[in-house]
């Protein structure tokens, strides 16, 4: 089976790669926190002329199936230290309230993930620092109990050593 190919947005980027994460955070482009607007007008209310059957609407985004496409350019594990990697949704624009997890994805050493049995090695697998080139694919949609999020970060978190990666999203092809 052949790697799936995403159409690069630059407007759909949420890590530039142009710094290491070495404390928890949301992830950066351009120096400022990474955020995607997925379009919609969540909680604006339009008011429709008279000659229509309602007099408002209130225009939602409808529900997505996207990807988060992570380039790991570089991480650096020892002992314990995972670092996960969490798509968070929010309608706020300022990521200020009423967010929720929409996906995640971790790195590290597998003798500390919270699975049973995990092999005593690095995952994925490497050690040190992961060699360039590895893509991940973290699957989500944009809505969580039937409520769309027009806007998507990614939160960095973990026990930390330094990550570096680049990570954009992409509408989730269909085959």
Known sequence: MARRN????ANMLLDDGAAAHTAAGYSTVGG??????LGGNQGITITLPSISNVSTITPQQARGDFVCVVYLTAITLSGSNIQTLT????NN????????????QSYGQAAAFAYPNGAVTTTPPGSGNYPSGYQYEILFTNEVANVPYQ??????????GSA?????VAVLPRE
């Open 32 to 37: 400022a926190q990474g955020i995607v607007d």
């Open 6 to 9: 995403y159409a690069f947005d």
């Open 87 to 90: 798509l968070v949704g929010s």
């Open 93 to 104: 624009p300022g990521f200020a309230s009423g967010n929720v997890n929409l996906g995640a």
């Open 164 to 168: 570096t990666f680049r990570a954009f």
């Open 151 to 160: 806007y998507v970060s990614l939160y960095v978190s973990g026990t930390f």
